[in-house]
């Protein structure tokens, strides 16, 4: 298994940039499918994108296509979803989770698959 830990959260203006990094430890990370997911308050939690193990093919929510971009630096056990074009509905609690293996497609946004979650980190955008 391995631990994550969200950062780069903040409080920014509506148009503005985030990056924000999840840190896991353990050396089989390379193995897992990395999510990332947002809860807004009063909401249940949404899928938000999805980082496979090669970094590529990232499935994205239609809410945030084209503004965000996953990414992850497998040596440096690190997944990073940098948003840009931030809007106040944005705003939410975010959180990497992982899946062993793969997923394609819709089965990427199942919050069955995720067994290992972050603590989340907040990101608010003001209008």
């Known amino acids: 298994q391995v631990q994550l830990v969200e950062s780069g959260g903040g409080s920014v203006p509506t148009g503005d940039s985030l990056r924000l990094s999840c840190a896991a430890s353990?050396?089989?990370?390379?193995?897992?499918?990395v999510g990332w997911w947002r809860q807004a308050p009063g909401k249940e939690r949404a899928f938000v994108a999805a980082?496979?193990?090669?970094?590529?093919?990232?499935v994205y929510a239609d809410s945030v296509k084209g503004r965000f971009t996953g990414s992850r630096e497998n040596d440096r056990n690190t997944v990073y979803l940098q948003m840009n074009s931030l809007k106040p509905e944005d705003t939410a609690v975010y959180y990497c989770?992982?899946?062993?293996?793969?997923?394609?497609?819709?089965?990427?946004?199942?919050?069955?698959?995720?067994?290992?979650w972050g603590q989340g980190t907040r990101v608010t955008v003001s209008s």
């Open positions: 989770a992982a899946l062993v293996g793969a997923c394609s497609g819709v089965a990427c946004r199942d919050r069955r698959l995720y067994n290992m």
């Open positions: 353990g050396r089989a990370f390379p193995n897992y499918t």
């Open positions: 980082i496979p193990r090669s970094g590529t093919n990232i």
